[in-house]
């Protein structure tokens, strides 16, 4: 079993920052990519950032410059520190986790539940 927790969303103003865990437990082999998604009202789930296992980060345009993810892999845990933050950030920000748990082979790909980030002019 694994078990994906997210936390630290919340609202702040324009020009502030957050931070977004993502930690996964459970019976773990390793984890490869961990990426970060959002998906405003309306709008489509989109990519907003990714990190390999080594740790090459990948970002959307939209939040280069601005948002940093890093990991963790002692902790089984991603992060995505923003800053700069501007109202059309406002979204559902969901993490993704490719584990191979223990005893496994294959990369399955877990979701978090989703924390609400919500930026205010």
């Known amino acids: 079993q694994v078990q994906v927790v997210e936390s630290g969303g919340g609202s702040v103003q324009a020009g502030g920052s957050l931070r977004l865990s993502c930690a996964a437990s459970g019976s773990i082999f390793r984890i490869n990519t961990m990426g970060w998604y959002r998906q405003a009202p309306g709008n489509q789930r989109e990519l907003v950032a990714a990190?390999?296992?080594?740790?090459?980060?990948n970002y959307a345009d939209s939040v280069k410059g601005r948002f940093t993810i890093s990991r963790d892999n002692t902790k089984n845990t991603v992060y995505l520190q923003m800053n700069s933050l501007k109202p059309e950030d406002t979204a559902v920000y969901y993490c993704?986790?490719?584990?191979?748990?223990?005893?496994?082979?294959?990369?399955?790909?877990?979701w978090g539940q989703g924390t609400q980030v919500t930026v205010s002019s």
């Open positions: 993704n986790l490719e584990i191979t748990i223990i005893g496994g082979t294959n990369y399955r790909r877990y």
């Open positions: 990190i390999t296992m080594f740790e090459s980060p």
